[in-house]
């Protein structure tokens, strides 16, 4: 069965450093999304991206965030400069048309220290 | 706002059936997502219902009715390993954003 593939499954980095997580969407799906969840809480929308732009971010996805699809098959998520609190798992999803085929990945744990 | 609602836990015995109710508020709603996640693990799809009514499938089974804002998932012969978080969340936008719920945590007795 397919499946979204993410690197690394764990981060630890200093507070203030950029970390980029990555991402490989299936392969024939246009959608794509990051999500994250906090230890012990939801899961949260970042953002999701069709078309080689974003479609829809949401408040947490702020001018510290930034998504970039740089070839065919990898989809990333950069932090600029880390805070404590953006301590989560992070997920990315893709999916076919739509809603359709909405499959995620296994995650990675990032930790700020 | 998008507010999604289920139960935060529910303890159920082996073999018995147990349904999660899940109700939600959303505007450009799409359809509505279950997923089982494990402690530390992935979100796993279980059903994605964007009709009224019910789809079954295997021991799980989905319930779905737009005009309430109300779903449920059913849960038949439970056995152990179904101890797990399950998660509510509705697919809502052009976009397919998913909004989910706080999970309700399953534990499953002997």
């Known amino acids: 069965e397919p499946e979204v593939t993410q690197t690394p499954s764990h981060q630890v980095t200093q507070m203030g450093q950029e970390v980029i997580l990555r991402c490989v969407p299936i392969s024939n799906h246009l959608y794509f999304y990051w999500y994250r969840q906090i230890l012990g809480q939801k899961v949260e929308f970042l953002v999701s991206?069709?078309?080689?732009?974003?479609?829809?971010k949401s408040e947490i996805f702020d001018d510290q965030f930034s998504v970039e699809r740089p070839d065919g098959s990898n989809f990333t998520l950069k932090i600029r400069s880390t805070k404590l609190e953006d301590s989560a798992m992070y997920f990315c999803?893709?999916?076919?048309?739509?809603?359709?085929?909405?499959?995620f990945g296994s995650g990675t744990r990032l930790t700020v220290v | 706002g998008q507010n999604i609602d289920q139960p935060t836990e529910m303890t159920a015995t082996e073999g018995a059936i147990v349904q999660i109710n899940c109700t939600y508020q959303t505007s450009g709603f799409n359809g509505l997502f279950w997923y089982q996640q494990h402690a530390g693990e992935a979100p796993t799809f279980l059903s994605y219902?964007?009709?009224?009514g019910l789809e079954e499938k295997g021991r799980f089974s989905s319930f779905l009715s737009r005009s309430k804002g109300y779903s449920y998932l059913l849960l038949k012969e439970l056995q152990m390993k179904d101890s797990a978080s399950y998660l509510c969340a509705a697919s809502t936008g052009t976009a397919s954003k998913l909004t989910f719920g706080t999970g309700t945590r399953l534990q499953v007795t002997l």
């Open positions: 991206f069709y078309n080689n732009e974003i479609s829809e």
């Open positions: 219902n964007v009709l009224d």
């Open positions: 999803a893709s999916s076919d048309q739509g809603s359709y085929g909405y499959t």
